[in-house]
């Protein structure tokens, strides 16, 4: 196997402050400790442009150092047209920035966008809830999730990408 980008991924939440670069954060580790990372390039957006260029939100911050996680390079940024072509995977937090993506994507490119928690195999529970205006806990339930939609993710692609 060569050192080439085979497969990249998004993240979106809302105003990408908290969920999706939490995701970014813990995905990046995943595919870090599987070796994949010359492989597997990683990002995150939001569907709003309510935070361009500021890090991750401290309690995000915060409860995934507590976990060995890493947000602190992270910067909001807005989803651009040119996503839809760059990305393979482009993950949605909830049902509401799901629809954007769709309503925003060239129709070629909708297959590409999904749940994030479609990959948790946690069943009828899809949606990343939003820990913004809530307390810590709100913040570590965001960890469990994203990590368990982590692994399946990455399993996922190892997978249909022959990774081994």
Do not use: W
Request: with cysteine.
């Amino acid at each position: 196997m060569t050192d080439e980008v085979r497969i990249r991924v998004l993240f979106v939440c809302m105003g990408n402050i908290c969920r999706s670069p939490t995701a970014e954060g813990v995905f990046r580790k995943v595919v870090s400790d599987a070796g994949l990372d010359a492989h597997i390039r990683v990002d995150s957006a939001g569907t709003h442009a309510y935070h361009i260029n500021e890090p991750p939100d401290r309690r995000a911050r915060a409860a995934a150092e507590r976990r060995g996680f890493v947000l602190n390079n992270i910067r909001a940024r807005r989803v651009i047209d040119e996503d839809f072509e760059h990305f393979d995977y482009i993950l949605a937090m909830d049902e509401d920035n799901l629809l954007i993506l769709r309503d925003s994507a060239p129709e070629h490119q909708r297959s590409k966008i999904s749940l994030f928690l479609e990959f948790a195999g946690l069943g009828r529970e899809l949606e990343v809830p939003d820990p913004y205006y809530g307390g810590a806990v709100g913040f570590e339930r965001v960890l469990d999730l994203v990590e368990e939609a982590s692994r399946g993710l990455l399993e996922t692609l190892k997978r249909e990408s022959g990774f081994d």
